[in-house]
């Protein structure tokens, strides 16, 4: 069992009662939907607790998710800091969690001194300093000690895979072993902002089944199902709730450097990561220096050679 696994198999970490807990997120075709899934993991684990979602009605957006899950949406009308404190003090919040890369060290600081009882919680990918009690990087590249100077020394650091945010499907579909049915997961974030799946596509084998996840947040969607239409070998997936057992059905992943890392790997997936956005870089450094298949866009090239590298057997 590697250590990864070890983390894994020890990941349901204990969540202290709060009374009412308030998450600051957004989704959008810009942005992307993976801050609010991955907020929806957290959640589910404060199961005793009131929860309200802060979020904008931005084009593209998720919001319908938060919705399903049963929980409450307060929508606001800009990221301004003063409209959050505004919400925080109605709602008589005890705990934000704060996944926003707009809002910044200082902003968390102003709150905290606005509400001297408040408790913050902050995601953070790009180690960036933070204001908050709680400071969380779920992803397995994760490295406490570079927090050192970041964070307040009160700050508890919760960092690893030991933490990290996999939905109920993973943890079931961990168990299972199912039928290898296609030979590629292709999966470039739920908006697709560098509007790389039809690149992929088009390097894809032309006999090899494909299963390719996006959602109606991706705004090239319509040109997507286009090409796909007379394509046999692929399956396009929009808004699916089964993605853990499409992953799970696949021979090689093809996702970016981000939280779906976390995802194929628990499932033992083998998997090629394509960096799209600054805010992936440190799992890109990460992987690379691990010995992982990651490219940048500009390096685009070398995916049919990582693809001829596998489908070979090296």
């Not at 990941?11 to 899934?37: A, C, E, W």
């Not at 292709?186 to 596509?201: F, H, P, R, S, Y």
Request: charged letters at 30%; aromatic letters at 10%; hydrophobic letters at 35%.
């Amino acid at each position: 069992m590697s250590n990864f696994d070890q983390y894994y198999s020890t990941r349901n970490v204990q969540m202290s009662i709060v009374k009412t807990i308030l998450f600051r997120t957004d989704s959008s075709s810009i942005i992307g939907t993976g801050h609010i899934m991955r907020d929806l993991v957290l959640a589910s684990q404060y199961k005793d607790s009131n929860i309200i979602f802060a979020t904008r009605d931005l084009e593209g957006n998720i919001n319908h998710k938060i919705s399903e899950a049963g929980y409450e949406i307060e929508t606001l009308r800009s990221n301004d800091i003063d409209e959050l404190h505004e919400t925080i003090n109605r709602h008589h919040i005890d705990l934000l969690v704060i996944d926003h890369y707009d809002i910044s060290y200082d902003d968390e600081k102003q709150l905290k001194t606005q509400n001297p009882t408040l408790k913050i919680l902050s995601f953070d990918d790009t180690y960036e300093k933070h204001y908050c009690d709680i400071l969380l990087n779920h992803n397995i590249s994760a490295d406490e000690k570079r927090y050192e100077e970041l964070v307040p020394k009160w700050c508890e650091l919760r960092c690893g895979s030991k933490y990290t945010l996999l939905r109920d499907e993973f943890l079931k579909e961990k168990e299972l072993k199912r039928e290898k049915i296609y030979d590629f997961f292709v999966a470039m974030g739920g908006a697709d902002t560098a509007n790389l799946n039809i690149e992929i596509l088009k390097t894809l084998p032309k006999d090899k089944k494909v299963a390719l996840v996006t959602t109606n947040a991706n705004r090239n969607l319509e040109s997507l199902q286009e090409y796909v239409k007379d394509k046999e070998n692929i399956s396009l997936f929009v808004n699916s709730n089964e993605i853990a057992k499409l992953i799970n059905q696949s021979r090689v992943a093809i996702v970016t450097p981000s939280v779906t890392v976390n995802e194929v790997y628990f499932l033992n997936v083998p998997f090629i990561a394509i960096k799209t956005a600054d805010n992936q870089r440190e799992m890109f450094t990460y992987l690379n220096k691990n010995g992982f298949s990651a490219i940048k866009t500009s390096e685009f090239y070398k995916l049919k050679i990582y693809i001829k590298g596998i489908l070979d057997g090296r």
